[in-house]
């Protein structure tokens, strides 16, 4: 008997492709495969083929069957395939109501400190972002803050056991204010500058109602030259109005920092009483936002500027206490708690 393995071959292949269901692939299977299929019944026919007929058949039987077998297989992938994505389909009730998605919003503080340096840009000023490890140099000395001062105490500042690549010896840290981003800003370019400096600071502070190991400040400063204090003044209450409305009232009092010769703290009116007195501004009237002062002239020695050539007033605040005072919260530790019942609110 002959057998015409290319026909066999294209007929089993068309079969095969026109099956839609896992039984009548299964029949299929049988029919060509199968103990008493079209496969068996060539190999038994070997035996009655000439000795030269019978390589040459057993080969091309081999390779039908191995054809076939992997079509079959190809095949019901293919429908098992279709059967899941059918049942997905099925089970997806398109009546359900969706799954609402939950936008989230800028934190407090990140409000806070972008509308506090949007008053500041409307002004004229630039906003800078300094570095959170710092120099020593930095930190402490070209802001005139000397060796035996107490914030320079390891019991009051981060240090890092790295050693500052630009001062062998000393180790850097990270910074306890904003202001070192003062002294980069002035050796990188000459006046006029106006810029204001958010970030975070470190201080090991025991956490409690109102401090943190961590938290935000901005600083602000002002170089050219012929700068007074008057304009220090104009500046700041211009600064509070807009962030705390135009009633506000404004005091400054006598202050020292080491880093702005003459210094001073500022004090709003409390929004809340008026001035009157309430549980918020301790029964004073009077709410504290602020230090504040004029340049140091060792500080324009420190980052190389010709002496007498300018002044500068110089500013900085936190973030949490201008939140704080604004909307009415008394504990800072609720900021960093995550709470939504919190967040939300703003």
């Excluded at 068996?40 to 057993?58: E, N």
């Excluded at 009051?156 to 180790?171: C, H």
């Excluded at 501004?281 to 300018?310: D, S, T």
């Excluded at 949490?320 to 708690?337: Q, S, T, V």
Aim: glycine content about 8%; overall charge negative; hydrophobic content about 40%.
């Amino acid at each position: 008997m002959s057998w015409n393995f290319e026909e066999i071959r294209q007929k089993a292949l068309q079969e095969i492709f026109a099956i839609t269901e896992a039984n009548e692939l299964e029949s299929l299977r049988v029919k060509y495969l199968g103990r008493k299929g079209l496969i068996a019944q060539i190999f038994s026919s070997l035996t009655s083929l000439s000795d030269d007929q019978r390589p040459l058949v057993g080969k091309n039987t081999n390779e039908l069957r191995n054809e076939i077998t992997q079509f079959i297989e190809e095949k019901k992938k293919e429908i098992q395939q279709l059967k899941e994505k059918g049942d997905a389909q099925e089970s997806l009730d398109i009546t359900i109501p969706g799954v609402a998605v939950e936008l989230g919003h800028q934190h407090i503080l990140i409000q806070t400190m972008d509308e506090i340096c949007g008053i500041f840009e409307n002004l004229g000023f630039a906003v800078y972002e300094g570095p959170e490890i710092e120099t020593e140099f930095n930190n402490f000395t070209a802001l005139n803050i000397p060796v035996d001062h107490p914030s320079r105490d390891a019991f009051d500042t981060f240090y890092l056991k790295v050693e500052d690549p630009t001062n062998k010896g000393r180790y850097l840290l990270l910074r306890s204010h904003t202001s070192p981003s003062q002294i980069r800003i002035m050796q990188e370019f000459t006046p006029p500058l106006a810029v204001v400096v958010p970030g975070k600071v470190y201080r090991p502070d025991a956490v409690d109602a109102s401090h943190s190991f961590m938290f935000h400040q901005i600083e602000g400063l002002l170089v050219d030259q012929g700068i007074k204090f008057s304009d220090l003044k104009g500046l700041l209450s211009i600064f509070c109005k807009r962030l705390f409305g135009e009633n506000i009232k404004m005091r400054f009092r006598p202050h020292f920092f080491p880093f702005t010769e003459p210094s001073a703290e500022v004090d709003i009116s409390c929004y809340i009483c008026e001035g009157k007195g309430c549980s918020v501004c301790g029964r004073k009237g009077w709410l504290e936002i602020m230090g504040c002062g004029m340049v140091h002239p060792k500080v324009f020695q420190h980052v190389g500027y010709p002496k007498g050539k300018y002044t500068g007033l110089a500013f900085g605040m936190g973030v949490e206490r201008m939140a704080m005072l604004k909307y009415g919260i008394n504990d800072i530790r609720i900021f960093f708690e995550n709470d939504l019942r919190f967040l939300r609110q703003f």
